[in-house]
């Protein structure tokens, strides 16, 4: 396989940066911090995605990046965020994103040029693990 230039880390910091965007709502809502779960949830699936966009043995399980979706939605509904506003109720959370995302990086020694093989054996280390990035990872068909 051949040598990805594009470094993981800045595709994973676009990603979960557009995930949640500001609102432009304006009614009076107070806006409260991001729940962990969501955060976590977050970085699992723009984690994933990125590994099966840049590893051509693994792909995501779209049944279970559904399933996730749907019981974060949930979680989110009873914990009385409003998943209707852009926003979803929370302050903007990027350092939060940012610490999970240099927790994946570390783990796997992924820095500078990154090859396809280093994401792909990082995706597999997180399927072996049981993570959650790894639970909405399975071998690409073929």
């Not at 051949?2 to 009614?27: E, K, N, P």
């Not at 949930?74 to 409003?82: A, I, K, S, T, V």
């Not at 820095?111 to 990035?133: K, L, P, V, W």
Request: net charge negative; charged share 25%.
């Amino acid at each position: 396989m051949s040598l990805r230039t594009v470094s993981l880390a800045c595709v994973l910091a676009v990603s979960a940066t557009v995930v949640w965007g500001q609102s432009d709502d304006t009614d009076d809502v107070e806006l409260r911090p991001a729940p962990d779960y969501f955060v976590e949830a977050v970085v699992a699936s723009t984690t994933a995605q990125q590994i099966a966009r840049a590893c051509d043995t693994l792909s995501l399980d779209p049944p279970k990046v559904q399933n996730m979706t749907a019981e974060i939605l949930r979680r989110l509904q009873d914990d009385g965020f409003d998943i209707e506003r852009a926003d979803g109720g929370m302050l903007e959370s990027q350092e939060k994103f940012a610490a999970e995302q240099v927790k994946f990086m570390a783990k796997h020694d992924l820095q500078g040029i990154i090859s396809s093989d280093m994401i792909c054996a990082a995706g597999q280390i997180e399927i072996e693990e049981g993570t959650a990035i790894g639970g909405l990872l399975v071998a690409a068909p073929g």
